[in-house]
T-cell receptor, first 115, second 116 residues
């Protein structure tokens, strides 16, 4: 099984809402990632979790709050977002040792629209 | 910092014709390089990767790529494209030193159009 699943597929939220994105993998990977992809742009790294600990935060605003409850799950909690945060949010996972850590498997993404 | 450049924003190829997508990297040591494909509204699928060793790497869906250190390039090729190959293609480089989980830095992408 090389699948990373993400829910929901689509999300529309107002600027005062609180919502969460969910990502799940059952490949035994110990590293998980959040990327943000604006329309017609490449993905940009947001966060990296390694063995359920946050290892990289690419200076992401605090209105995005990641959480890794266990090695299979990754959440992204959203609060007080801005319209410019509308994007495709991609989750990925990989092993976490040497070169294997770079072979990342991506989920289908959550299309977020902030109104 | 590591980076990749994809010089072609759009490429149009006739179905059945050969394809080459260009990627140039900037990195002092041997980079870890990847090609991903993304269909509209979808996630990214790994086509192939280069870590070391044989400079010609084979991937899925009939794609291959050649690592050329002298030209700092990692171009993607396919001998005969199919209409289903129409998608966005991203070249990527690993941003770390191989010691653990790190991110990928992507090129801006090349949009492949297949004409009948």
């Amino acid at each position: 099984d090389t699948e990373v699943t993400q829910t929901p597929k689509h999300l529309v939220m107002g600027m005062t809402n609180k919502k969460s994105l969910k990502c799940e993998q059952h490949m035994g990977h110990r590293a998980m990632y959040w990327y943000k992809q604006k329309a017609k742009k490449p993905p940009e790294l947001m966060f990296v979790y390694s063995y359920e600990k946050l290892s990289i935060n690419e200076s992401v605003p605090s209105r995005f709050s990641p959480e890794c409850p266990n090695s299979s799950l990754l959440n992204l909690h959203l609060h007080a977002l801005q319209p410019e945060d509308s994007a495709l949010y991609l989750c990925a996972s990989s092993q976490d040792w040497a070169e294997s850590s770079y072979e990342q498997y991506f989920g289908p993404g959550t299309r977020l629209t902030v109104t | 910092a590591q980076s990749v450049t994809q010089p072609d924003i759009h490429i149009t190829v006739s179905e059945g014709a050969s394809l080459e997508l260009r990627c140039n990297y900037s990195y002092g040591a041997t980079p870890y390089l990847f090609w991903y494909v993304q269909s509209p509204g979808q996630g990214l699928q790994l086509l192939l990767k280069y870590f070391s060793g044989d400079t010609l790497v084979q991937g899925i869906k009939g794609f291959e790529a050649e690592f050329k250190r002298s030209q700092s390039s990692f171009n993607l090729r396919k001998p005969s494209v199919h209409w289903s190959d129409a998608a966005e293609y991203f070249c990527a480089v690993a941003t770390g030193s191989g010691g653990g989980a790190d991110g990928l830095t992507f090129g801006k992408g090349t949009h492949l159009i297949i004409q009948p």
